[in-house]
């Protein structure tokens, strides 16, 4: 297929709109600050047009590593009007935070290794070989932390302590257990006062984008407090889970993981390096301890609550993405393909809606309730390649594509009639229209079948 030229065109204008001298900011003025998996997808476009400014883009996010090897979800611009943000979090209060950078001190999903390894796809051997051995050692050190600090009982799995970390902010798992365990009492004392509507008043982000588009106003409030209780604890993990009442084990962060940690052994072995067998043994677990995440009942895989493993059973896209692991038994992916194809679920006329249309949840135009991100179309077309479902990936990539044709590179989309919501001139949906136009590895033949 010829790519539209003028979505080709668009799609560049707003990455360069969007850049920052070396790092694309996700959008101006809602986003003016460098975001983890956002700079990972925007790279994946960006290596199309300008491979060095693709290196570059990782070599800036690279900066933000703490000593103990996390990548934060944000590294801060030092932009004096963004003041606010830095004080949020104040990273300097933890030893182990950059000292030329401020960020915050959660991470976010981890598509470094896929990044890396498909800038790679675009360069001559030697210059592979030079990309790889620069930036290995970080990466190592990201992934090393992960299973360090984040599997303290050593399941394989992954526990996220912050809904962004997710990066699917208000996704209905975790705004369910957020409602049921999370509140504190100063917030369901606003929530009972409906003292939420004067807050309203002051919302930065509602002043860009409708407030029905967005995170209702005590869901936010909730997630500052969760914030705050982390930043009063120094981001120290230990002190965090001692305490913690929130800690999950996501469906969608721990198959993003699987792949990528897939992606970090394929880059160690071409720069011929011995991953540490710690690591490896990890990296095996996380597989096979995935599969505890399956309900037989619903056929559906579901994140979990880390001390009880309790399965969080609010449906969401979010398990498609075990599609993208790879590493799932053909007979579940073809439940989650099933799934895909239902008119009740996530077959709308602009798939694939985060929520599927039957929860009780799904709202075609709140942000991660109900509509269509690019990003996770982009996950689930190359999950559904690799496990030989090549027409419904390429039905599916047609229909993103047509979308971001229609209406331009908006956030989100209403997966219901396709019209654009949340901010203009995003990053990522730029980037993986780019990717989804002219990734040379679109006709990949399955691994699996
Ligand atoms: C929103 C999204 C998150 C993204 C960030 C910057 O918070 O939910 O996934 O990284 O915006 O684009």
Same mark, same amino acid.
């Given at each position: 297929?010829?790519?539209?030229?003028?979505?080709?065109?668009?799609?560049?204008?707003v990455?360069?709109?969007?850049?920052?001298?070396g790092?694309?900011?996700?959008? *101006? $003025? &809602?986003?003016? =600050? +460098?975001?983890? @998996?956002?700079?990972?997808? !925007?790279?994946?476009?960006?290596?199309? %047009?300008? #491979?060095?400014?693709?290196?570059?883009?990782?070599?800036?996010?690279?900066?933000?590593?703490?000593?103990?090897?996390?990548?934060?979800?944000?590294?801060?611009?030092?932009?004096?009007?963004?003041?606010?943000?830095?004080?949020?979090?104040?990273?300097?209060?933890?030893?182990?935070?950059?000292?030329?950078?401020?960020?915050?001190?959660?991470?976010?999903?981890?598509?470094?290794?896929?990044?890396?390894f498909?800038?790679?796809?675009?360069?001559?051997?030697?210059?592979?070989?030079?990309w790889?051995?620069?930036?290995?050692?970080?990466?190592?050190?990201?992934?090393?932390?992960?299973?360090?600090?984040?599997?303290?009982?050593?399941?394989?799995?992954?526990?996220?302590?912050?809904p962004?970390?997710?990066?699917?902010?208000?996704?209905?798992?975790?705004? *369910? $257990? &957020?409602?049921? =365990? +999370?509140?504190? @009492?100063?917030?369901?004392? !606003?929530?009972?006062?409906?003292?939420? %509507?004067? #807050?309203?008043?002051?919302?930065?982000?509602?002043?860009?984008?409708?407030?029905?588009?967005?995170?209702?106003?005590?869901?936010?409030?909730?997630?500052?407090?969760?914030?705050?209780?982390?930043?009063?604890?120094?981001?120290?993990?230990e002190?965090?889970?001692?305490?913690?009442?929130?800690?999950?084990?996501?469906?969608?962060?721990?198959?993003?993981?699987?792949?990528?940690?897939?992606?970090?052994l394929?880059?160690?072995?071409?720069?011929?390096?011995?991953?540490?067998d710690?690591?490896?043994?990890?990296?095996?677990?996380?597989?096979?301890?995935?599969?505890?995440?399956?309900?037989?009942?619903?056929?559906?895989?579901?994140?979990?609550?880390?001390?009880t493993?309790?399965?969080?059973?609010?449906?969401?896209?979010?398990?498609?993405?075990?599609?993208?692991?790879?590493?799932?038994?053909?007979?579940?992916?073809?439940?989650?393909?099933?799934?895909?194809?239902?008119?009740?679920?996530y077959?709308?006329?602009?798939?694939?809606?985060?929520?599927?249309?039957?929860?009780?949840?799904f709202?075609?135009?709140?942000?991660?309730?109900?509509?269509?991100?690019?990003?996770?179309?982009?996950?689930?077309?190359?999950?559904?390649?690799?496990?030989?479902?090549d027409?419904e990936?390429?039905?599916?990539?047609?229909?993103?594509?047509?979308?971001?044709?229609?209406q331009?590179?908006?956030?989100?989309?209403?997966?219901?009639?396709?019209?654009?919501?949340?901010?203009i001139?995003?990053?990522?949906?730029?980037?993986?229209?780019?990717?989804?136009?002219?990734?040379?590895?679109?006709?990949?033949?399955?691994?699996?079948?």
């Amino acid at each position: 297929m010829q790519p539209p030229t003028s979505l080709l065109d668009e799609a560049y204008a707003v990455l360069e709109a969007n850049d920052q001298n070396g790092y694309t900011m996700p959008a *101006a $003025e &809602l986003y003016p =600050h +460098q975001w983890l @998996w956002d700079s990972c997808f !925007i790279t994946i476009g960006l290596r199309h %047009k300008d #491979i060095k400014r693709a290196e570059q883009e990782i070599l800036n996010l690279l900066r933000g590593q703490w000593l103990n090897g996390m990548l934060p979800n944000i590294i801060f611009s030092d932009d004096p009007r963004y003041n606010r943000d830095r004080d949020l979090w104040r990273s300097q209060v933890s030893p182990l935070s950059p000292t030329k950078y401020s960020t915050t001190g959660i991470t976010q999903p981890p598509m470094l290794a896929e990044a890396i390894f498909r800038v790679g796809e675009m360069l001559d051997q030697d210059d592979r070989q030079d990309w790889f051995l620069k930036v290995y050692p970080a990466l190592l050190k990201y992934h090393q932390w992960l299973y360090k600090e984040r599997d303290p009982h050593d399941e394989g799995l992954i526990l996220l302590i912050h809904p962004w970390e997710v990066g699917m902010d208000n996704t209905p798992p975790w705004m *369910a $257990e &957020l409602n049921n =365990h +999370q509140l504190s @009492w100063w917030i369901r004392a !606003i929530k009972k006062t409906h003292g939420n %509507k004067l #807050i309203d008043l002051f919302r930065r982000d509602t002043r860009r984008v409708p407030l029905k588009e967005r995170f209702d106003t005590i869901e936010a409030l909730a997630l500052f407090d969760i914030e705050r209780r982390l930043r009063r604890k120094n981001y120290d993990i230990e002190r965090i889970l001692d305490h913690s009442l929130f800690a999950i084990e996501d469906v969608a962060f721990n198959a993003i993981l699987i792949r990528n940690n897939n992606h970090l052994l394929r880059i160690a072995k071409i720069i011929k390096h011995q991953v540490p067998d710690d690591l490896r043994i990890s990296m095996n677990k996380t597989v096979a301890s995935f599969e505890q995440l399956w309900d037989e009942d619903d056929n559906d895989y579901y994140s979990r609550d880390f001390i009880t493993h309790r399965l969080l059973k609010q449906p969401s896209a979010g398990s498609l993405i075990a599609l993208y692991s790879g590493s799932i038994p053909p007979e579940r992916a073809k439940h989650l393909v099933r799934k895909l194809k239902s008119k009740h679920q996530y077959a709308s006329l602009f798939p694939i809606p985060t929520v599927p249309l039957n929860s009780a949840w799904f709202n075609p135009d709140n942000y991660w309730q109900g509509p269509t991100w690019v990003n996770i179309n982009w996950l689930i077309i190359d999950g559904l390649k690799r496990y030989g479902y090549d027409a419904e990936a390429a039905a599916l990539r047609r229909s993103t594509l047509k979308m971001v044709t229609n209406q331009g590179c908006y956030e989100y989309f209403n997966p219901i009639d396709g019209r654009g919501l949340g901010t203009i001139n995003f990053s990522w949906t730029a980037a993986l229209a780019i990717d989804l136009m002219l990734n040379p590895s679109l006709s990949t033949t399955s691994i699996v079948k």
